[in-house]
Structure formats: structure tokens, C-alpha cells
Antibody
Framework: EVQLLESGGGLVQPGGSLRLSCGAS????????MSWVRQAPGKGLEWVST????????YYADSVKGRFTISRDNSKNTVFLQINSLRVEDTAVYYC???????????????WGQGTLVTVSS | QSVLTQPPSVSEAPGQRVTISCTGS?????????VHWYQQLPGTAPKLLMY???NRPSGVPDRFSGSKSGTSASLAITGLQAEDEADYYC???????????FGGGTKLTVL
């Protein structure tokens, strides 16, 4: 059974930083791309970032490029999202997802974690 | 404004059929990229409902079906049940943005 467990969310002031983690189990972690998707309170889903199975390729939404960094540790079955220069509009539940699909443009979010809340406020 | 356009809400009576549209453009759905659908029940994480336009993951009832044509896609739900009341999101890849995009979501109400 695929399980994804996010952690690291919390309350942070504008301009601050957080590191989100997502521990995975139930599949061969290193062979799958992983993604982060966020959802602001009462709003829809927004793709944030994706990393390939090896970690060699990373992809970012324009809204977070230059401020967020995705990485993974395949020895620990964990994917990370380093979020810097936080803004009020970054307030959201951040979901970790295991990707499915045969090639990058066809990737989809196959399994989702329960999410971790990031609140940016002074 | 979402790159993929969905109706904000749809409603139908139990047992009936409802469709949710997802309209894109030549840089995403119209470019041939697959459309995927997610269901988000109230207070829970999203769940994959349909992938590759019309494929159901294991465990998803065949009351759910998907299709794609041109720059649009649709999710159809037949034999509506109260438990289908949820938010539904479409997703595809956009070559202009070099990334994945979601629709704004559609809230399904089962009357």
C-alpha cells in the first residue's frame, strides 16, 4: 500500500523559510517522480514542483521559481520542498504526491498524502 | 484565472447523469496532452479518479468515465450517489508554461 506522510508545515512570518518533508513507503521510491501540489484555503489545486525519480530533473511553477527548491533522498525514501522568501499568498495546504505516467508530459499525481498546512502571517 | 476552465458548480439529482467539462487550448489539451481527473471529498486530500483521458484506477466505479476531444475533455458520472458530492479537478500539461496545470475545480452537488 502506498503511503505518503508530509511534515514540516507551520506558522511562519513573511520572508521566512520552511522545509517540508514527505516520507514514502509501499513502492520503489527511486523509480517514480514525486510532486508537490498546494491548495490555498477555499481555493483550487495548484501544481508547485516535480522531481524525477533520480533527482536529476526538477520542474517548478512560475509562481515559486527561484524561491522553492525540491529535492529527494532516495536512500531515505523522502522528498523535500525548501520554501524561502515566503509570502502571505503562499499560505496553503501542501500535498506530496507520487507521480504516474509513462513520460514527463503525461505524468499525473497518482497517490496523495494528507497534506501539511503552511501559514504565512505576521 | 486557471489555464484549464471548468464550471464552478454542477448539480443533479440522485440516479441521474452529470458531466463536467474542462476546456483548454492549443498548448495543453489541444496539443494532445492527456487529461487527468481528481476527486476531492470534503475535508480530505485529492484522489486520482481518471488518468490518460479515460482510464480508471483500480477501485473507481465504472459509473465514472472520461473523454477528450480537441481542446476539451469531459468527466461523466452516471447513477449519481450522495457520496459523489465532491470537488472535481482536471489536470494536463501545458507546453507554453512547461509545467502541469489544473482546472479551477467544479463542485458537484447531489440534490
Amino acid at each position: 500500500e502506498v503511503q505518503l506522510l508530509e511534515s514540516g508545515g507551520g506558522l511562519v512570518q513573511p520572508g521566512g523559510s520552511l522545509r517540508l518533508s514527505c516520507g514514502a513507503s509501499g513502492f520503489i521510491f527511486s523509480t517514480y517522480a514525486m510532486s508537490w501540489v498546494r491548495q490555498a484555503p477555499g481555493k483550487g489545486l495548484e501544481w508547485v514542483s516535480t522531481i524525477s525519480g533520480s533527482g536529476a530533473s526538477t520542474y517548478y511553477a512560475d509562481s515559486v521559481k527561484g524561491r522553492f527548491t525540491i529535492s529527494r533522498d532516495n536512500s531515505k525514501n523522502t522528498v523535500f520542498l525548501q520554501i524561502n522568501s515566503l509570502r502571505v499568498e503562499d499560505t496553503a495546504v501542501y500535498y506530496c504526491a507520487k507521480d504516474g505516467g509513462s513520460r514527463i508530459q503525461l505524468w499525473y499525481r497518482q497517490y496523495w498524502g494528507q497534506g501539511t498546512l503552511v501559514t504565512v502571517s505576521s | 484565472q486557471s489555464v484549464l476552465t471548468q464550471p464552478p458548480s454542477v448539480s443533479e439529482a440522485p440516479g441521474q447523469r452529470v458531466t463536467i467539462s474542462c476546456t483548454g487550448s492549443s498548448s495543453n489539451i489541444g496539443a494532445g496532452y492527456d487529461v487527468h481527473w481528481y476527486q476531492q471529498l470534503p475535508g480530505t486530500a485529492p484522489k486520482l479518479l481518471m488518468y490518460g483521458n479515460s482510464n480508471r484506477p483500480s477501485g473507481v466505479p465504472d459509473r465514472f468515465s472520461g473523454s477528450k476531444s480537441g481542446t476539451s475533455a469531459s468527466l461523466a458520472i452516471t447513477g449519481l450517489q450522495a457520496e459523489d458530492e465532491a470537488d472535481y479537478y482536471c489536470q494536463s500539461y501545458d507546453s507554453s508554461l512547461s509545467g502541469w496545470v489544473f482546472g479551477g475545480g467544479t463542485k458537484l452537488t447531489v440534490l
